[in-house]
């Protein structure tokens, strides 16, 4: 596969066309909103928290296929999980994307058995530009669960 | 006719490669690339007469003052324009600050009017938002006809004694739409307004003389137009530059200083705060010599060639939308355009990796982007050193960008 195959695997290209979780939530949530200045994308999310879960998560945004199937599959894999586990998987995300400084936790021996189907973002590594896209949506998340744990 | 093979040879990056490929620049409008004579006027002068300008007796001092003015008369000749009248700025954003803190600060008051258009640069837009704040006076757009330029109908509406300033680009960076610069300065004349011209795209792509637009102010930026960064110049008639106020003080702007109060030097040395840019100024003479030595004509019409034969290419790419008018004599050669689904910036990235440099965003440019609503563009711009082989490798990468997005 070439790098830009690699890139634009079709997992990513669905959930860019169909974005999983689009919309707002109604009730008591958690909000946050995330821009990237220099290319205008924007991601914002509502995070519904009770007991230390996540129960219910909606998104908006407009941007590019890697900002927006990011935040897509980040919606789907927090939505029932605790607030360490999102915040782990965070940590997890950045360390693949090389976000963070770490070795990359996924293990190339067992595709998706540590990160799911986000693990399809990995192409993403390779266009050093664009990891800053992948990154939009998660940033939002940390903002949206800081404010969770001020509140608690 | 350019002799393009040769005149390509004087660009040393346009011979590298990028992701293996020949590099495809078609990012001018962002900014150019540099001829190997601008690149050595600048090398030469640290290499031969580096001093500071303006002050000391030795002989390099002498030499740089000499470089240092003489590239003033170069960029002011090439405009049809006075060097007294033509001040060095870092660049087109800082000659519109100093016009709108300079001039509008101390012009402007409650209920005035600025009236500029929706297809501004955010350096025509944000410095006078910044001046609104403080004076009261408002920001008035005019909007786009469905060909995308500037709408002059209902402008009589618009216009009243309370429009202090018309400002207005020269050519939109994202559109590409040409003016209408005499209509709109016309247009200001009749309420008494002062007109600012932003010619950060027209000064590099046509013939410009300044005398030819009956405008108050004239802004550019040499590293649009084969110069380097850091340097660009503001023209004003000399009435509106004398009642304009310095916006930094310092060395070099002064006439005299006491503990209390300061004279000013005279115009342009009076916004030439601080030890200038030298190098830059001695490389933006050798930009308009460069350009002035291929001929601003010859350079025009092989634009709008190419512009012509872009438009026509990418008119075979499906689901392909332009934003900009179709007719070459109105416009120039930054061609803006959507393409299906695919955002821009994923338009870029598989475009990058053919080598093909475009650019994908908003083109600081948002209130347009609302406008036309859309998110963002992709925009490839043309220069002199760009050939008709480039915009055919632009459109097979755009037919890859198609397939890799399964359409």
């Known amino acids: 596969m070439s790098q830009l195959d690699e890139l634009y695997r079709e997992v990513i290209l669905d959930h860019y066309r169909n974005p999983r979780r689009r919309g707002t939530l109604s009730g008591d949530h958690l909000h946050a909103e995330g821009v990237n200045p220099s290319c205008g994308d924007e991601f914002s999310l509502d995070i519904e928290v009770r007991d230390g879960v996540v129960v219910d998560a909606a998104m908006q945004g407009q941007g590019c296929s890697i900002s927006q199937a990011s935040g897509s599959m980040m919606m789907n894999t927090i939505v029932g999980k605790s607030v360490s586990d999102v915040e782990d998987l965070t940590y997890k995300f950045k360390l693949m994307m090389s976000i963070e400084e770490g070795d990359n936790p996924v293990d190339p021996d067992r595709p998706g058995s540590v990160l799911g189907d986000l693990e399809a973002l990995q192409g993403v590594r390779k266009f050093p530009v664009r990891i800053k896209c992948a990154g939009l949506a998660w940033s939002t998340l940390s903002d949206a669960l800081q404010q969770a744990g001020q509140e608690s | 006719m350019i002799d393009l093979e040769r005149l390509r040879s004087d660009f040393p990056i346009l011979s590298r490669e990028v992701n293996g490929h020949r590099l495809v620049y078609l990012d001018s409008a962002a900014t150019t690339q540099k001829p190997t004579a601008v690149l050595d006027s600048m090398d030469a002068y640290y290499r031969e007469s580096n001093a500071n300008v303006h002050r000391g007796a030795h002989t390099l001092s002498a030499e740089a003052t000499e470089l240092y003015e003489g590239a ?163 023209w004003g008639t000399r009435e ?168």
């Open chain 2, 72 to 234: 003033r008369t170069k960029v002011a000749h090439f405009i049809g324009a006075k060097p007294a009248q033509t001040v060095f700025t870092r660049g087109t954003t800082t000659a519109i600050n100093h016009i709108a803190y300079g001039w509008g600060l101390n012009h402007l008051n409650e209920g005035d009017k600025i009236v500029l258009t929706i297809a501004e640069h955010h350096a025509n837009i944000v410095p006078w938002q910044i001046i609104s704040r403080h004076t009261g006076a408002e920001l008035v757009y005019l909007e786009l006809t469905d060909d995308y330029r500037v709408d002059l109908n209902g402008i009589d509406r618009i216009l009243d004694d309370r429009v202090k300033i018309v400002t207005f680009s020269g050519m939109s960076n994202v559109t590409g739409a040409i003016g209408p610069i005499n209509l709109l300065s016309e247009a200001a004349r009749s309420v008494g307004a002062l007109t600012v011209l932003d010619g950060a795209q027209l000064v590099p792509h046509h013939p410009v003389d300044v005398a030819e637009f009956d405008v108050d102010f004239m802004a550019f930026s040499a590293h649009k137009m084969l110069g380097p960064t850091g340097i660009g110049a503001l």
């Open chain 2, 240 to 407: 509106r530059l004398e009642e304009m106020e310095p916006t930094e003080g310092g060395g070099e702007m002064i006439n005299t200083v006491d503990r209390h109060v300061s004279t000013w030097a005279p115009v342009p040395h009076k916004f030439e705060a601080g030890t200038p840019p030298i190098a830059e100024a001695v490389g933006f003479g050798a930009a308009v010599d460069y350009l002035s030595a291929v001929g601003m004509d010859v350079i025009a019409q092989h634009e709008r060639d190419l512009t012509r034969y872009a438009l026509d290419r990418l008119a075979e790419v499906p689901d392909l939308k332009v934003y900009g008018p179709d007719d070459v004599l109105l416009r120039g050669g930054a061609v803006s355009f959507e393409l299906a689904d695919i955002h821009p910036h994923d338009i870029a990235t598989i475009l990058d990796q053919e080598g093909i440099a475009i650019r994908a965003g908003h083109h600081c440019a948002r209130p347009l982007m609302q406008y036309l609503d859309v998110p963002a563009t992709a925009r490839a711009s043309f220069y002199l050193y760009n050939i008709p082989e480039e915009i055919d490798k632009l459109v097979s990468a755009l037919m890859n960008a198609r397939r890799i997005f399964g359409l």
